[in-house]
Structure formats: C-alpha cells, structure tokens
C-alpha cells in the first residue's frame, strides 16, 4: 500500500530490536548489501521463501536428531552425524541442521505424472512430496537386525525395462534384503510399489516400517492405525499404504516412547499411535521362515495428476523414436540411458530441474533441459514446455521466473530459436509476441552507456546464484545478446524484417560494448580470461562466463578468451577431476564441468575426454548426479539429489561428441575416446541417432579398426551441409560432394 512508505517503521524496528539487547537490523543489512552492487532486487523473493521452508525444517531437525540418535535415521544423518565417518559434520554453533553430505536420490515415475517418488541411497521411499518415508529392515530370532542405513554391504541400481526402478540389495550376515520402487499405473490413477524380499537364516520377520523424516529431516507424522483388514496403514485418518496380506505383529509408538525400532521386541500388539510432537512411528512386521525367501508387496496410492496431453502414457512408448546411444563403455551407455529416462520423468509439462528440492521452475534449467530434450529426439515434449513460457510473462517483456534475474529473457528467445531451427518449423502463432517483446526488453534492461566498468551492460542482479554477490555479471549479458540475435532470426524467418533489422543493430551495439569492458579487463587482469563481471578478479564465479562457448557460440573455438578461461578454471578451481565451486554450493559440479568440457570440445581439445569420464565417475550407482557433491563423502551437498540438469548436460555431451553444429558447418565425431574408434576387435559399430541437427536429422555409425570408417545417413532439411570428421587422434576429414561415409586415418 502506497501509505506504508509514510509509517516512520524503520524508526520501530530499530527501537524495537536496541531495546532487547539485539543488533540493530538494518543496520547489519546495509553493511551486508555493500559487499554486492547496487541492484533493484536484493535477493529473489522465491528464493527468501525456499529458504526459510528449508531452514525451518533444519531448525527442527537440531531439536529432534541429535538428542535422539538411537532412533533408525536416514542414511545421510547415520553418516553425517558419526564422528568416526568422514561425512561427520560437527554442529557446534550451528542453528539448523540439514543434509550437507549425501544430498544423494532417485525418482521413480510415469511420463507425465506430477508425483515422483523419492528413493534414498539405501532404499528408504518417501512416496508423496517432502512426506513421511517408508523404511525396511529384518530381524532375527536370534537377534541380529539388518538395518540398510547402517548397513556397511548395501548396492543400489537403477532398473530400465518397460519402467523405471530402484533396486536396493543389503546384506548382514545370514540377512539379506532386497527392496525394488516404482510407480505403476492402475484403474483409477497410479500407485507407488514397493516389492520387498527378505531372506533370514533361522527364521526371523520382515519390518515394514513408518519414518516421520526423509531425505531432508523431520516430517511430521501425528497419527498411524492398522485397519481392522489387517492390510492398510491409515495415516492422518487417511487409506495410505496397502500391504498385499495381513501383518503379522504390529507395533506403534509416539516421540516420548521413542523410535518403533526401539520395541521391536515387545510382545504386545499395538495398532495405533498418536503423537502431538509428529513424530509417531509404526512398524508392520511380516514373518520369515528359515530357508524360505518371503516376497511382500507394498503399495501407496498416489494422487499422480496426469496431464492430458497427446503424448504415450507409457515409457516404451515415450522412448520409441528417441536419439539413440550405443557405444562400448558400459559406463557412458548407463549414464546416457538413465540421463533420457531422467528428462522425460522431469519434463510432465513443464520442467523441473529435480524431483525433490528444485521441483520448481526456473527459465534458465529449463533452456538446458529443454536443449537435451531436442536433442535426444524428444521434440513434441519440447515443444510443450515452450508452451508454458508465455503466460510467465510479464507485461513489459519480462520473462518472469524469479526477481531480479536477467538471464532469462535471452535464455527463453534462445532456446525458442534453437526449437525451430532443430524441427525446421515456424514458431506457433501465440509466441510471435512473447518474443518480440522479451527481445525489446533486453535493450531497454540494459544501463545507460557512460561511465563506469558496466555502462552499457545489464543491471547487478541475482543472476545465477552460484557466481557471487549481485553484480553485473557477464552470463546476463551474454545470454541477453544471444536471445537478441535468436530474436532476429526468428524475426527474419516470420518475414519481419524490420524488427529483424533493429534487433540486429541492438544485439551488434550490445557485443561491442561487451567485447569493449571485456578488453578492459584483460588489461586490468593481465590475461584473457573472462572474469564474472567487470567488477571481479578471476574466481570460480567466471564459470558463469563459459556460456559465450557453450552453449552460445558466441567467439570462435580458438577465442583466447575462452580457452584461457578454461585452464584457469581447470588450473586453480578443480577438485578430483571436477570444477569445484566455491560460491555457495562448496562442491564439485558435474554439470559445470561439463561446460568446460563443451568449450574444450568445440577447440579439439582431448581433455574434454578426461573431463567426460570424471563427471562418469562422480555418478551414483542409479547413473544420477546431485547439484554439487561433497569432495570428501562424494555425496551431495548442495541442491537438489537428482540434477536434472546435469542429466541434461550428460545428453548434450555426449550428443556433441557425435554430431555438433559449427557455424554453418557439420562436426562429426569430434569428442569420441580414441580407443573407441581404435578398437579392431569391436564387435559391433558405434551409433548415435537420428540426431536432430539444425541441418536435419542424422544418424551416425562408426566402424572400428585400423583406420576406422565413419558413416551417417540424414534427411536435411535443405541441402546438405559441409561435413567434417574430427576424431581425436585421426587426421581430419571433409567429406565429398554426395559422400556419406569418410575413413579416418591416425594422425
């Protein structure tokens, strides 16, 4: 309300805090905000609200977890709170506890469902969004207890057949358990299924049990009762889970009788727990003959909101004409197969860079995620996440996705280009405004030219929130030219040619003046490498500045600019074989690295190989990467534990490796390991394909050997573009008017 600028509030707030021995707040704000630029939004208010819901559990976890450490927890709280564990985290002054060292998970799901249940690195399932979890575990007559978060022999794989899985095999002893996940559709919506065999020497039983926490900590579970069938779990008065036959034993307890695990050996039954603090546990205990395997099923019903859409409801049927992968490192195929199943499952109508906690919308994942679903064939799923970009936006221009992000204007026109250019179709008839208008607003976003190191550029912002304080960081302004010159081709190709014409000259004054304060920085710096913003020395944060290689293609691929940038990142920011970022995540980035690895890429530069493998080697046996990933527990520590936009880079990688566009000329196997192609004894080709290209749709097949022959059959859109094979350690090669295969030979 306008009034509210009048009401002297600054004046209460600071009496109201002196007065109670506090410091004064705004004053501490301001002395924070000189350690960034001035800018008009301070930090996103989405991001403040995402905040405080995380820390607000983490402040409840410090009041429950570390008082109560005899309870059964998660895996990351067994290891994160084990002193004798090198995931340990002392706690000392810290407020909130939350999970900074195993941040590690896996979604189970059907394409196009909203719900993605959640699977931990030891089987534990939480079925709904941030709910409660279901564990499992065996104990014997004799009294061993097989506890898979405690567990030293437990293996984990993702299963792909006609759906997606997580399998789980623990072991102890004479215990062993195997606990499967995964989402089936039925008559009425979808159920998530949890297929349990348990085997114990001597006899023993099976526990099912109910865990009021998750992957990050507490969640609040008030009341559990078995119904009187014997079969059903009612939780909050509510049909939640389904067992396949009547328990055994059952028993419950609330937070003051402590943990379920903790009377696994009492004799009498207890059906119902209800507990004011919500931390009401429950376990449902099957019975287990020796030398006989029980097999259980569990069943949760979910409220999986399927989109109506005219895609296939199945995964066969989503995966039936994707670009395919088949290459002789049983490694790279796994982590290729998973990434696609990754994206589709993450894709149910708009696209969310993760299952759990970034199950939101961002512009800038979304033009990744998107890019990977065009090119591993998945068009029409690309195209209807375009169609929720429009009605994001804002009345001038903005594409809105969170505050004071000036990113996603450019990001947004980009990957509308890139659509059609990769389908060679028109834009829809309803995005022609949107993207005029987002183009208009780049120009008129940018600050007065004059003086100053960021004339002329964007305004400080939030940017990505990985680069550092609010400055005027490159990455904006990069991706605002970039969305520019998108903007035009669009424009040119919608027979607007005025529009096309002004947004070419805008986007040619916006280079200038970046290319200009670029050059005064490289004197400042004494090198070329692109630092964050004007106002930086060289620091993990210039990462950001990669995307003028990839995936802009802004400078050439020999531009010392990029290539100084990548052996300073590689020199001074890289922790086991990954780019380890110190703003913020404090962690190794598979999807960052993998930018490097585009950049290197595009130079012909081998070690984009070696970078390829160590993000292959920082995967978690489920083929998933989290956001950042402790350098020490190899868990994850920041973000979300299923990235989908790493998986999104994974996809690209690897399709670059085979087909890539240069300017108007097409690469073909350019980032392949040598030995792959080497390989005399192979028994089948390499292939990759169709691959969408700006060109057309190709298929490429590789012949190992000797000198090894490389093949592709396409349909162009147009005529056929120059091609050219660059193979690592083989001479290149063009190939001839109506050629369509090339022999390589070592060079």
């Not at 890429?601 to 489920?622: H, K």
């Not at 868990?635 to 566009?661: I, L, P, T």
């Amino acid at each position: 309300m306008p009034w509210m600028k009048w009401l002297p509030w600054r004046f209460f707030v600071r009496k109201f805090a002196t007065a109670h021995g506090f410091l004064d707040p705004l004053a501490v704000m301001a002395r924070l905000q000189r350690f960034a630029e001035p800018s008009e939004v301070a930090e996103p208010i989405e991001l403040l609200r995402a905040g405080v819901i995380f820390h607000a559990r983490a402040l409840m976890n410090s009041k429950v977890i570390q008082h109560n450490l005899d309870w059964v927890w998660p895996y990351w709280i067994e290891r994160q709170f084990d002193p004798r564990d090198k995931s340990f985290i002392p706690r000392a002054f810290s407020i909130t506890h939350c999970n900074l060292s195993h941040r590690n998970w896996t979604a189970v799901g059907l394409p196009d469902c909203e719900e993605m249940p959640i699977v931990d690195p030891r089987g534990l399932l939480m079925p709904h969004y941030d709910g409660w979890s279901i564990d499992t575990w065996i104990l014997s007559d004799s009294g061993e207890i097989l506890l898979p978060s405690k567990a030293k022999d437990c293996k984990q794989r993702l299963l792909m057949n006609d759906n997606i899985a997580v399998r789980t095999d623990s072991s102890a002893g004479g215990l062993h358990l195997q606990n499967t996940a995964s989402v089936e559709r039925d008559s009425a919506d979808s159920h998530c299924l949890l297929e349990l065999q348990g085997e114990c020497e001597g006899g023993g039983w099976l526990v099912v049990a109910l865990r009021p926490c998750n992957a990050e900590g507490v969640s609040f579970v008030h009341q559990v009762r078995l119904h009187d069938s014997r079969q059903h779990w009612l939780i909050e008065d509510r049909l939640a889970v389904d067992f396949d036959r009547p328990v055994d034993r059952h028993l419950a307890s609330d937070y003051r009788g402590g943990d379920i695990f903790l009377h696994l050996d009492d004799q009498g039954g207890h059906i119902h727990a209800e507990c004011d603090v919500g931390m009401a546990t429950a376990a449902a205990l099957f019975r287990i003959e020796s030398g006989a395997p029980l097999n259980i099923e569990v069943k949760i019903p979910l409220h999986s909101g399927r989109h109506k859409s005219q895609l296939p409801p199945d995964w066969p049927e989503n995966l039936s004409q994707h670009c395919a992968l088949s290459v002789p490192d049983p490694q790279f195929q796994f982590l290729y197969d998973a990434a696609v199943r990754t994206l589709v499952l993450h894709s149910p109508k708009d696209v969310y860079p993760g299952p759990y906690t970034y199950k939101r919308f961002w512009f800038r994942d979304a033009a990744f995620m998107i890019q990977s679903l065009l090119y591993a064939g998945l068009l029409e799923r690309a195209e209807r996440a375009l169609d929720q970009f429009a009605p994001r936006q804002k009345r001038d221009g903005f594409f809105h996705s969170q505050d004071g992000e000036w990113d996603s204007n450019g990001e947004a026109l980009w990957i509308y280009d890139l659509y059609c250019q990769l389908t060679n179709r028109p834009i829809k008839p309803h995005w022609q405004d949107p993207i005029v208008r987002g183009a208009r607003w780049i120009d008129g976003k940018r600050q007065p030219k004059g003086r100053g190191r960021c004339a002329g550029l964007l305004p400080a912002g939030f940017s990505a929130e990985h680069l550092g304080p609010n400055d005027c960081y490159y990455w904006d302004d990069f991706w605002g030219v970039a969305g520019q010159r998108a903007a035009a081709r669009i424009c040119h190709r919608e027979s607007l040619d005025k529009e096309s014409d002004t947004l070419i000259a805008q986007a040619e004054d916006f280079q200038q003046t970046i290319d200009s304060s670029l050059a005064d920085c490289a004197a400042r710096l004494e090198r070329e490498a692109m630092p964050a913003s004007p106002n930086r020395r060289l620091d993990a944060g210039a990462i950001g500045s990669i995307c003028a290689g990839y995936p802009l293609q802004l400078y050439a691929p020999d531009d010392p600019r990029l290539t100084d940038l990548c052996d300073f990142l590689i020199e001074n920011c890289f922790v086991h074989g990954g780019f380890f970022q110190d703003m913020i995540h404090s962690g190794i980035n598979a999807y960052l690295t993998l930018h490097i690895a585009q950049v290197l890429l595009r130079a012909g530069d081998a070690r984009c190989v070696e970078l390829m493998r160590s993000v292959a080697d920082l995967a978690s046996p489920t083929g998933q990467w989290p956001e950042a990933i402790h350098p020490h527990s190899l868990g994850g520590c920041m973000g979300d534990g299923q990235h989908a936009w790493a998986a999104a880079e994974w996809v690209a990688m690897q399709r670059n490796c085979f087909v890539r566009e240069e300017g108007d000329t097409l690469v073909l196997a350019g980032g392949l390991p040598p030995e792959w192609l080497a390989d005399s004894g192979a028994d089948k080709p390499i292939r990759f394909g169709p691959a969408p290209t700006r060109f057309g749709s190709v298929s490429v097949e590789i012949t190992p050997g000797d000198k090894p022959r490389v093949a592709w059959n396409a349909k162009w859109h147009r005529q056929a573009p120059p091609i050219e094979v660059r193979a690592l350690g083989y001479a290149p090669a063009t190939a001839g008017p109506g050629s369509n295969s090339v022999e390589l030979s070592p060079q």
